[in-house]
């Protein structure tokens, strides 16, 4: 005794698995992306069919890696584009590299140039540095006393309170 139910779906998936052949048949002719997304919408079934379906998965995957036959127009893969923006970035880090090397090498050739020409005053810079070296000094002996009188300050406070609160209580 059968199942018309289980028939009837036994029926549906194989006129599904059949119109994923031909679309990935189609789509390996017409040199397109192989994709599970691109072949599920050309069979017009949902991407689910093609997970659930292991065989076509694979089918799928091995059809995206193959190269193109010869005389057809090669498509550009996934692995393909990920490989040239891995080169592209190694090469970006290489050449930023070298662009701060140059930039090094010029800021010293500068200096020098600026210098050689009495165009620049590094004596004055020798002293510029000095300056700020007095001043940080004098920023910290000033927080100093800033500290200690605050300190004076509550302390004084907290007398004053302690002889108003004793008046306070006398009267």
Do not use: C
Not at 17 to 37: G, Y
Not at 145 to 170: C, G, I, M, P, V
């Amino acid at each position: 005794m059968t199942n018309p139910m289980a028939d009837g779906r036994r029926a549906d998936s194989t006129r599904r698995r059949e119109r994923v052949l031909t679309a990935l048949d189609a789509l390996l002719r017409n040199s397109q992306d192989i994709t599970v997304s691109s072949l599920a919408r050309a069979a017009r079934v949902d991407r689910t069919f093609l997970y659930r379906h292991r065989d076509l998965l694979e089918r799928v995957h091995a059809a995206a890696t193959t190269p193109p036959h010869e005389g057809r127009i090669a498509v550009v893969s996934r692995v393909s584009i990920q490989t040239d923006l891995a080169n592209a970035l190694e090469r970006n880090k290489r050449l930023a590299s070298r662009v701060r090397q140059l930039e090094k090498r010029l800021s010293m050739l500068g200096g020098a140039a600026w210098t050689e020409f009495g165009l620049g005053a590094a004596a004055d810079i020798d002293q510029l540095q000095q300056r700020i070296t007095n001043l940080d000094q004098e920023l910290v002996t000033t927080r100093g006393q800033l500290d200690e009188r605050t300190e004076e300050l509550e302390a004084a406070r907290a007398a004053n309170r302690e002889l108003t609160r004793a008046l306070n209580q006398r009267a």
